[in-house]
């Protein structure tokens, strides 16, 4: 069985997170998939930041949502990068993306550009919001998902059903709260499950005496030790 490894916003333990610069490392490190995040700027782009306010990951301060890309692009992401757009993202590494959004409205706009660029193949879509998976798949058919499961009150069946019905083909849970309970069921409907944040080779080892069929990762470290047998 593959082991898929995702580079979690780019390699971000050892690069800024989400900027091309963190992607480019990842895919050298030969990270299976790159992960990233996508918001809304003010006047509708799509940019990569994790956080809802730009405050943590930038020098400046402020709500995504209230910045234009212009405001965006003057910030300093880390070592003099800027915040990408996910078309330079696209640009800039041949990787398949994990791109997680949290709302409607940038998941609309985010199915509108993989259907005009035919990305279908390269592009799996990723919420911790059911409507947001539901609603990418109406408006992208074929369309590969991911249920982020945040909740640790979620019983196995309970975040099985919940993918199923949003029609995600894959579960991503904390690898802090992952039983193998949830993973067995997860398995026994069809889906894959991934872990996040695998960080450290104890972390590892659970993820693959768990059976887990891939990870997330900060350091690409984790894709080289990630090839023993658990």
Aim: with cysteine; charged share 25%.
């Amino acid at each position: 069985m593959t082991f898929l490894t995702i580079g979690h916003r780019g390699v971000m333990g050892v690069e800024p997170e989400n900027t091309l610069r963190s992607y480019r490392q990842a895919e050298r490190c030969g990270m299976d998939v790159i992960a990233l995040d996508l918001r809304l700027s003010k006047d509708g782009a799509l940019v990569a930041l994790h956080d809802p306010e730009v405050d943590r990951t930038t020098d400046g301060s402020g709500a995504v949502a209230d910045l234009t890309l212009a405001e965006l692009r003057e910030l300093d992401a880390g070592q003099g990068e800027h915040v990408p757009v996910f078309e330079e993202v696209l640009e800039t590494v041949r990787a398949p993306l994990h791109v997680s959004v949290r709302d409607l409205a940038a998941a609309r706009v985010l199915a509108e550009l993989i259907l005009r660029r035919d990305l279908t193949a390269r592009v799996e879509v990723a919420s911790c919001r059911d409507e947001v998976l539901t609603e990418t798949a109406r408006l992208v058919p074929g369309v590969r998902t991911t249920l982020y499961a945040l909740s640790p009150d979620d019983d196995p069946q309970g975040v099985v059903g919940r993918a199923r019905a949003a029609g995600a083909g894959t579960i991503a849970l904390d690898i802090r709260r992952v039983t193998l309970e949830t993973v067995e069921a997860a398995h026994a409907a069809g889906l894959r499950v991934t872990g996040w944040t695998v960080n450290t080779l104890e972390q590892l080892r659970l993820a693959r005496a768990l059976g887990l069929d891939g990870a997330a990762t900060d350091f690409p470290e984790i894709r080289s030790t990630g090839r023993f047998t658990a």
